[in-house]
């Protein structure tokens, strides 16, 4: 409980008992990725502080996210039953899609909404570190399609299953 702060504000809103506030500076970065190893250095600068998780939400959740010059958000991919969501707030980075690339800078935002084949990830091509927030909801029975590698990802029970296109499970 040492990463939280939970303040009385019965007087200000009876129906609600705690307020939570979050210093992201107390949080600890989680560095890598869940992918399957050969995949796994294509994300090495990244490091995520999940926000969302240690305030408790569920129906999404917030990254503080962290890219260090080189590195790429995630591998391109599309969700089949979630939405997601980034914000920009500093350095450039590089946006990926089925359109192309298109430089982000703070203050800038990107959607991605579920269903739609459009494959997306940032990567920052500077000599600076690149932080913004990612913003996701947790329908459950997604499935993430990354179109430019052998890879899938089904969600089951709150966890990530990688397979190959054909199916074939990812050893782990």
Avoid at 78 to 98: A, C, K, M, N, P
Avoid at 122 to 132: G, K
Avoid at 164 to 172: A, L, N
């Amino acid at each position: 409980m040492g990463t939280m702060t939970f303040i009385e504000s019965q007087k200000r809103n009876p129906d609600r008992r705690y307020l939570m506030l979050i210093n992201s500076e107390l949080f600890p970065a989680i560095n890598g990725s869940n992918y399957p190893e050969e995949f796994k250095p294509l994300v090495a600068g990244r490091s995520k502080k999940k926000l969302g998780n240690f305030a408790k939400l569920k129906n999404f959740g917030v990254n503080l996210v962290t890219l260090n010059p080189g590195s790429w958000s995630s591998i391109r991919h599309w969700h089949s039953q979630q939405d997601e969501f980034i914000y920009i707030l500093e350095g450039e980075v590089t946006l990926v899609t089925d359109a192309g690339e298109q430089r982000l800078k703070p203050g800038d935002c990107a959607a991605f909404p579920s269903g739609e084949p459009n494959g997306h990830h940032l990567i920052n091509h500077s000599d600076s570190l690149v932080v913004y927030l990612e913003i996701g909801d947790r329908t459950a029975g997604d499935t993430v399609t990354y179109p430019n590698v052998d890879l899938v990802a089904k969600e089951h029970q709150g966890k990530w299953l990688f397979t190959h296109q054909d199916g074939t499970v990812y050893e782990m």
